[in-house]
């Protein structure tokens, strides 16, 4: 790993000091593939119709093993995801499997996945068919406590545009119809909703726009919703309670409504129990310690989607973040410098000695070629 270390940690640091948002990481892309592809991968830019994705593959073995990369951004506060750690981690293991493909039978790939936070890059590339014929997939997510199990929510955004009329706010507010009023109406309807939410329910949202000036009545006014729930099931309920809202706040104003999707929904994860275990028992063994208590499901993730079609895990890797979590500014902080260089290294060793655990187990090997 000394061999690939440096390199992976350059590029998590360069990714991190310039954030890109999802579907516009283009350095981020072609920084990534330029390190597979000096580590010996046959790189393709571009795939599943996404100038941001890749898919790089060296060895062809008939052990499929996948890691995705990440490497989107969140607005205003850069890297508070740790997606640049996430890249690098992937980078680094991959590269350091790639001179023993031969010698593990397996065929490394590398899945450059755009756009997790916000657009579901994986669930579009596994739509496209790019995970067809891969046995396993895996990644490390910074945090700030080291756990393995993936407890994530099943989600998906609601985008919600309400189409009014135009008045002067003082002398003929009558002749307007109040876009404004129907946000308002919408967030005071979620609000009440909120009481009779079924455990692991959740709704949070912002308003987009909320009109011109304060002297106008706003004909325009938006809103987006994310929505999660503990599997796809009960979270396609709780849209439909959540578009009666709408539904509602336009009926009461008179405004024209429509609700649109940004994205495709995220599901609920499925943790692949013999990965976990390799992975725990290899993350141990370089210092790393897990809290025995299981977490309440939060956060979405589109690698919970690949979880559902091929054997995968999505443990998190503590970094030395000083009691911040992610989505704060001081997450992003941390991110960068020696926690996280080592959260980086420790993640990536730990996976791909997963990794050869299963290509050495006669056993275990032929399940997963089998997919059992």
């Not at 052990?63 to 981690?89: K, M, Q, R, S, W």
């Not at 490394?108 to 994986?122: C, I, L, S, Y």
């Amino acid at each position: 790993m000394e061999r690939v270390g440096a390199s992976a940690i350059d590029l998590s640091r360069r990714i991190h000091a310039h954030p890109e948002l999802g579907f516009e990481e283009h350095r981020a892309a072609e920084w990534v593939g330029d390190a597979l592809d000096r580590a010996g991968f046959t790189v393709t830019p571009g795939v599943a119709d996404l100038p941001t994705a890749l898919l790089a593959t060296a060895g062809d073995g008939p052990l499929v093993v996948g890691i995705c990369a990440e490497y989107d951004a969140l607005p205003d506060i850069g890297h508070a995801c740790g997606h640049n750690v996430i890249a690098g981690a992937a980078v680094a293991a991959a590269s350091a499997l790639a001179p023993l493909a031969t010698e593990l039978g397996i065929t490394v790939q590398v899945f450059g996945t755009p756009a997790e936070e916000n657009g579901g890059g994986k669930i579009l590339m596994l739509d496209a068919g790019l995970f067809a014929g891969t046995h396993l997939a895996m990644m490390v997510h910074p945090s700030n406590v080291d756990r393995v199990h993936a407890h994530v929510l099943a989600g998906g955004d609601l985008r919600v545009d309400f189409t009014g009329k135009n008045a002067h706010a003082s002398a003929e507010p009558y002749e307007g119809i109040n876009a404004g009023d129907a946000i308002t109406l919408t967030q005071v309807a979620i609000g009440l909703l909120r009481q009779q939410l079924r455990p692991g329910d959740q709704i949070h949202g912002i308003v987009t726009n909320g009109g011109e000036a304060p002297n106008i009545i706003p004909a325009r006014a938006s809103a987006t919703y994310y929505l999660r729930a503990l599997g796809l099931e009960g979270l396609h309920g709780l849209e439909q309670r959540v578009g009666r809202c709408f539904e509602g706040a336009a009926l009461a104003t008179g405004c024209e409504l429509t609700i649109t999707r940004t994205a495709p929904s995220y599901s609920e994860f499925r943790n692949n129990t013999v990965l976990a275990d390799f992975y725990e028992s290899n993350a141990r063994r370089l210092g790393r310690e897990f809290d025995a208590v299981a977490s309440a499901a939060s956060g979405s993730t589109d690698m919970a989607n690949v979880s559902l079609a091929i054997p995968a895990i999505h443990p998190e890797i503590a970094i030395d973040c000083g009691g911040a979590t992610a989505h704060q500014p001081e997450f992003a902080a941390h991110c960068v410098g020696n926690g996280a260089d080592r959260a980086l290294i420790d993640g990536a060793t730990a996976m791909a000695c997963t990794i050869a655990d299963v290509a050495t187990d006669p056993t275990l090997r032929a399940q997963f070629i089998a997919g059992n």
